[in-house]
Nanobody, 124 residues
Framework: QVQLVESGGGLVQAGGSLRLSCAASGRAFNNRGMGWFRQAPGKEREFVATLAWSGRSTGYSDSVKGRFTASRDNAKNTGYLQMSSLLPEDTAVYYC?????????????????WGQGTQVTVSS
């Protein structure tokens, strides 16, 4: 069974950095775009970043653009979300997801495999 396992979340002070990882088992990682989403308490899940299979096409939400960077190592079946200049409003559970095809996408409906989520808490 295909699994996505996220890691790297934790507690950090505002202005700090964290790097999230998303490791996929099996060959599910192949030829699939990747997305990162987050959900804060009492709010709907929202788009954060996306990265095509090739790594050449990326997209970010306005709220994280310039602070977060998505990347992937296809040889290791692992994706990453480098988060810098973190703000208290970045506090949320972060999810990685693999898409139905190789493209990047802003829509969560384009993704069919989801990780379990990792908590990121930014203190002020």
């Amino acid at each position: 069974q295909v699994q996505l396992v996220e890691s790297g979340g934790g507690l950090v002070q505002a202005g700090g950095s964290l790097r999230l990882s998303c490791a996929a088992s099996g060959r599910a990682f192949n030829n699939r775009g990747m997305g990162w989403f987050r959900q804060a308490p009492g709010k709907e899940r929202e788009f954060v970043a996306t990265l095509a299979w090739s790594g050449r096409s990326t997209g970010y939400s306005d709220s994280v653009k310039g602070r977060f960077t998505a990347s992937r190592d296809n040889a290791k079946n692992t994706g990453y979300l480098q988060m810098s200049s973190l703000l208290p409003e970045d506090t949320a559970v972060y999810y990685c997801a693999l898409g139905r095809d190789a493209r990047d996408s802003y829509s969560q409906f384009s993704y069919e495999l989801w990780g379990q989520g990792t908590q990121v808490t930014v203190s002020s």
